[in-house]
């Protein structure tokens, strides 16, 4: 692989990006010989410089992310965090928003150490101490490590201790790592409820342990129990569990209970406060280290995340990868022949891949936020990570900024142009209402005191400005009476009689730039006769139908469609079966179309899904999918199936997907609850506050009990979704069963529809039938015995409809003892 040379000499400048005050460095295109570099860059706290470096070589493309910092600055604090205080991944933002308050800021954060992702998820490979506390250890590790002092260092760090009975001791191997064979491991509350080994061995439970665990204390408690041939022992809140080699009980097995019990860990580095994780050491003493050649990967390119040290700065560093034309990655090597570009000397290796995060607090953002780009598509949880910390106070604003720097607005709209204020360390400050003072320099425009921006009837180009104090700042604005393209941004109307709705429009210019323009600045017209669209793009429905609202500026239009009166809306009703398919987990699974004589509920198609779950270990699972999900219009407050099921008592899920991307999961039924044979309809209540328009993703099955599995086949129809509750699809169902304190038997039941038929219901005790009472108000059903029931075990079977005549199903059934 060739090398790049990346200092190479500066030869020709091609395109400089304009320098906003000292917000940024100028960014700019260069040419290094072969070597493009892109680059963008801002202070983001006290001594502290955050860039952005597009590397384009004929070798391949490198995103780049740095933040720069002096660790001799007043109010700058190198730290680490993790989850907690227990052992979990978080990611990167999660666990630099859990650090930051109203005196201490994260304003830069990468990930950390590598981590387990099979057998103990999240547990870190090497050392970890947060806040003094020894998260994890082991034997030797290299580390950045940061002294109570805020010195940091990258070097190798080598951990001895001892835990003991009187005169039998033995030396610790590790914290809260997995115990092999012959070693001797601490587990403290941090682990987890439980210790988890490979191999049995003699674990000791200490309690009344002054936690948490830090290096040059020795550590007593009491011996609560012994345990010989032991993998999981419960840990104590108060204490710690010693897991020893199983030979460790003959020597043990005669101690007392309420014994004491010593032990202790220490580092060779003293006045430990941070240390995280990492391999291979990249650089020592400006040069490349030999530790690089002993990794497998160190020739190839990966997403990498990296920090180093020169004297008193300190430098964290991403590469993106695995993104053909976007990021290559970097070898170890070109990692580290970049780090000695910038000047570093000392330098480590951290956990890369889908791992590699970078959080920023950019200027103007409140917290820090992600600036690099994550193969995953998104942040990975992760067990650690190295955070720089601001300790600066807030304080008066000195800099004004707009969040644009300049914008296009289509003539006779209306926009507020967004701005921030920031003190002399960068930190988010507020700006008074009233202090901010607003102008323009186009005579045709004009802003309010508040803000509020009116572009006028002219083309025209020109500055907005506000001022606060002895700090300005200025946004250009381009007045245009022309545009590219309209859309309106509501995704679809869908209204009853008597509704408003707002309507936006989104304008483009033809290269695609957008145009600020107000719903006031183009011409509104309904068709179909379902409503109207006043002035102001505001539209009122007047009658059930379809139609479509229009708008238009000059000769360019856009449509959406509406509807009026809040149906439901069929989503799928598997006609075809282009946009489906099958997938499982730990399963088989195939779909298809019904056949001659199979379940269909409405028309003359439904879906069938064959399962397997036999001769499968963990969770098992059947999914119906969408390969595009489906996008469903408006506002539904319910999204409903109709399932022929087959009493297998699995779980049935879905899944969607909202506008801002998120997952979500969702219960069709309780886990078991897929016990009726026969037609039912099942359903999911959508969150009011929920980022719509959702789109379907997948309806599926689940089996989580090992005992429960089997293998069948179930059938769906008509997936809708639902906007208003004035039809009657559901079963009524059995919510509880009367405490059984008093002679009183029976239930309480619910009907989600018209309500249940009192002339239905009927309950049977042993087989035989009783008079029930009904209670319409509560939905209680109940029976009281003239005499006392006799000691034994009663069987209560119930059956009963709703008012247009669907059935309790399954019948409920239910038993109790009198004894």
């Not at 204490?239 to 020597?251: D, E, R, T, Y």
């Not at 570009?341 to 103007?364: L, Y």
């Not at 409503?531 to 000059?554: L, R």
Request: one cysteine or more; glycine letters at 10%; hydrophobic letters at 35%.
């Amino acid at each position: 692989m060739k090398r790049i040379n990346w200092k190479s000499k500066l030869l020709t400048k091609v395109l400089v990006v304009l320098l906003i005050a000292s917000m940024t460095f100028p960014g700019a295109v260069y040419a290094l010989e072969a070597v493009k570099l892109v680059e963008y860059g801002q202070h983001i706290g006290p001594d502290t410089y955050y860039r952005n470096m597009n590397y384009i070589t004929p070798n391949g493309k490198f995103m780049v992310n740095m933040i720069e910092s002096r660790l001799d600055s007043e109010f700058i604090k190198v730290e680490a965090a993790d989850s907690g205080s227990s052992l979990t991944n978080k990611p990167v933002s999660y666990q630099a928003l859990q650090k930051t308050d109203a005196n201490r800021r994260v304003i830069g954060a990468v990930n950390g150490d590598f981590f387990d992702m099979t057998t103990i998820k999240g547990l870190t490979y090497g050392t970890s101490i947060i806040g003094g506390e020894i998260k994890t250890a082991v034997k030797t590790s290299t580390v950045l490590g940061v002294t109570d002092k805020g010195d940091c260092f990258i070097d190798t760090l080598n951990m001895e201790g001892a835990a003991a009975y009187k005169y039998i001791q033995y030396p610790v191997s590790s914290v809260n790592r997995l115990r092999w064979a012959e070693q001797t491991v601490i587990y403290t509350p941090f682990f987890g409820k439980t210790t988890v080994n490979t191999v049995a061995g003699t674990d000791i439970v200490v309690r009344g342990v002054d936690l948490p665990l830090k290096a040059g204390k020795v550590y007593t408690g009491k011996i609560e129990k012994i345990i010989p041939n032991s993998k999981i022992t419960e840990i104590p809140a108060d204490g710690v569990v010693v897991s020893m080699p199983a030979k460790a009980f003959k020597q043990l097995s005669g101690v007392p209970f309420g014994a004491e019990f010593s032990f202790y860990v220490n580092f060779d580095k003293k006045g430990l406060d941070f240390a995280v994780s990492g391999d291979p050491r990249l650089l020592e003493g400006g040069q490349i280290s030999a530790k690089i050649k002993e990794r497998e990967d160190a020739l190839k390119r990966h997403p990498r995340t990296a920090v180093g040290i020169k004297d008193n700065k300190i430098y964290m560093v991403t590469v993106d990868g695995r993104q053909p034309g976007y990021s290559d990655g970097m070898t170890l090597y070109e990692m580290a022949e970049f780090l000695i570009s910038q000047g570093v000397e000392d330098a480590i290796n951290f956990d890369g891949g889908g791992s590699t995060t970078m959080t920023v607090r950019k200027q103007g953002d409140a917290v820090a936020r992600l600036v690099n780009n994550p193969s995953d598509g998104r942040e990975r949880y992760v067990g650690n990570s190295v955070q720089l910390i601001s300790e600066a106070p807030l304080s008066e604003p000195v800099m004004l900024r707009f969040n644009d720097t300049s914008v296009k607005v289509y003539k006779n709209s209306t926009f507020k142009p967004s701005f921030y204020a920031l003190d002399k360390y960068y930190n988010l400050v507020p700006s008074e209402a009233g202090k901010v003072k607003f102008g323009v320099d186009v005579k045709t425009s004009k802003i309010s005191a508040d803000g509020t921006y009116y572009s006028g009837s002219q083309a025209a180009k020109g500055y907005i400005y506000a001022a606060c104090g002895d700090t300005q700042s200025r946004m250009s604005v381009e007045i245009v009476d022309k545009i590219g393209s309209l859309s309106v941004a509501n995704d679809f109307v869908l209204l009853d009689v008597g509704e408003k709705v707002q309507l936006q429009i989104e304008a483009f210019d033809e290269n695609g730039e957008k145009i600020i323009i107000s719903p006031s600045a183009v011409k509104w017209t309904v068709e179909g006769g379902i409503g109207t669209a006043d002035a102001n793009g505001v539209f009122t429905a007047g009658k059930n139908g379809h139609g479509k609202i229009t708008a238009s500026a000059g000769s360019v239009t856009a449509a959406v469609g509406a509807k009026v009166g809040k149906e439901p809306v069929i989503v799928a009703d598997f006609g075809t079966l282009d946009n489906v398919e099958a997938k499982f987990i730990r399963s088989k699974a195939s779909v298809r179309q019904n056949q001659k004589g199979e379940p269909v509920r409405i028309g003359k198609i439904s879906l069938r899904l064959d399962y397997d779950f036999e001769n499968t270990t963990g969770t098992s699972a059947a999914y119906v999918t969408f390969k595009k999900p489906i996008k469903i219009i408006g506002k539904p407050i319910e999204l409903g199936v109709w399932v022929y099921g087959d009493g297998s008592g699995h779980w049935l899920r879905g899944s969607y997907i909202n506008s801002a991307g998120e997952k979500k999961v969702f219960n069709l039924t309780k886990s078991g609850g897929l016990d009726w044979k026969g037609w039912k309809y099942v359903y999911t209540e959508l969150p009011e506050n929920e980022k719509y328009p959702i789109s379907l993703e997948q309806i599926y099955m689940a089996e989580t009990a090992q005992d429960n599995k089997n293998s069948g086949s179930i059938y769906f129809d008509d997936v809708m979704a639902i906007y208003k509750l004035d039809k009657d699809y559901y079963d009524p169902v059995i919510v509880s069963v009367l405490p059984g304190q008093s002679q009183e038997i029976g239930v309480i039941a619910a009907d989600r529809g018209y309500g249940i038929d009192p002339a239905s219901i009927k309950m049977y005790i042993n087989d035989t039938a009783v008079k029930a009472n009904f209670e319409p108000e509560t939905g209680k059903i109940s029976f009281i015995p003239e005499k006392p029931l006799k000691k034994g075990e009663y069987k209560v079977r119930i059956t009963l409809k709703d008012k247009i005549g669907h059935s309790l199903n399954p019948e409920y059934v239910y038993t109790f003892t009198v004894k």
